[in-house]
């Protein structure tokens, strides 16, 4: 066990197919957590095999007391390095200290220091996927719950799992996989349902930016994106466009993938990183910016907003070889590491290629399914085909039901202008023990954030629904005021139309 700093690291946006890094949140507490390796088995699939690797965890044991019995709440980690905000803040971290819990954050093997493997060369991915990692989660659980942790301080413990986007998906699997071991979860933005092209996220996105930006905000982006279509069928409107945009070097238009890198890269990962991420006032920033009545070409007005955001820094490239070069690195510690193994997971499990393949979006057929396809022939080899995404997609919706059952003992949280909604539950899909809470206009993960400090007085109420389910469903008896948590109808369900445009 090695005392561990805490410097509070944001990850970086990594670009592409992206679900969510979450930020940590403030930090309430500075001592107490500790960082720890735990022997995980490499292959749980395969008797014979007794190769093993060193997973990371975060402990934080402040609020276990000697007058009760100490529960468990495991924030789990997705597609990311872990670190300790986690553990020292945020809504997990409330539930720890309501239930008097030992409060952990497990990281998930490939991603941050957990690594199974020399390298990420496509044999060594080979025991990269959510099966090994849920049963990674079940072994972990079997051993804080064993003599060798603390002493067996846990032995008898009740166990909640809590996470967000990809990891919250993990909370609602575990539950469906090793109800023994898991007797409560909470999933935020948790997508369920495994889908080749997602064409619904870019839906998603265009209705945010209609509701909580204009009309008007819309159809410039529309205006623009067609201008720039045009543009882009001449050498000089293509310099024009490269110019404008700042790309890393003049867009190639005899390229086939290269005008694909340019809108993906440049363009609708730029929409999506607002919407996903979308804090109160972030749209309507973005959306006065791109309607500045100063300037009266739409193309100008978005390479504008485009250039000034982070994530196109230092320029945007759109050679698709560079692309395929960065996400061909094998090494762990490559810039594009973490985008390379979510691909392989995406291109072997899930799919949800976010698209320009639906009507209701402004960004015309920029972006196609065939882009993402080829992508996984390129990063790993020519035999990720679409037969093996599809039968990929099949098996991953095989074993964990999809959207046709939800466990019990879980609550989910959806936020409406989350552009991963689509792909989770919805009201539709509770039952007296699931809960599903949809909070209209909210982005992507914002209900695992700490309470007294949230973006609408809805997603609040949800928060506090969300930590008195989950007291119901450890302890059997409602969260009281005892808990300085104001007590929430229990089966409080948030209604919402979710207009698709
Ligand atoms: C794993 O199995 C091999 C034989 O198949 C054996 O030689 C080795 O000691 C075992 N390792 C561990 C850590 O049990
Ligand atoms: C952790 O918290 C407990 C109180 O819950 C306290 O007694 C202990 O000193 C703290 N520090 C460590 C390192 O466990
Ligand atoms: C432990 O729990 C008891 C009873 O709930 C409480 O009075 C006491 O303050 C708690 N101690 C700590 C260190 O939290
Ligand atoms: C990757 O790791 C494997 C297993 O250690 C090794 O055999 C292979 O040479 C490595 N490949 C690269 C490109 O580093
Ligand atoms: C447009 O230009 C005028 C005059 O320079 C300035 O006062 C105004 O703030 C500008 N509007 C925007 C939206 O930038
Ligand atoms: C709920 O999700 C289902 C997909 O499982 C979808 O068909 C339905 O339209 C959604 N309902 C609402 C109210 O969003």
Redesign the pocket.
Known sequence: MRRHILVPLLVAPSFGLRTFEPPPPPVTTR??ITEHWFTVRLNHFMAHNNETFQMRFYYN?????ASHIPEIVVFVGGEWAIYPGWVGGGLAHELASILHAGLFYTEHRYYGLTRPTANTTVSELRYLNVDQALADLAQFIEYVKSEQFENGIYRNSKVVLVGCSYAGSMATWMRLAYPHLVDAVFSDSGPLHAQEDFPEYLEVITEALRTQGSEECLSSVSEAVQLMVELLETEDGAATISSLFNTCSPIDTSSEWDIPTFFWYGITETFAALVQYATPGNIPAACAVLTNSNISDPVQRLANWITAQSWTQPCIESRYSEVVTAHTNTDYDSPNSVMRLWTYQTCVEYGWYQTTTSSRQPFLSTVPLEYFHQMCKDFYSIDFDEVRLRQGIVRTNNLFAGLTHLPDYSVSVAGGHDPWSPMGPNVTHATALASVYVVPGVSHCRAITATGNSDTEELERVKQAVLSDLHLYITGIPLTKAANVAVPPLVLIVAVTFAMI
């Open positions: 001592n107490n044991n402040e609020f276990v007391n």
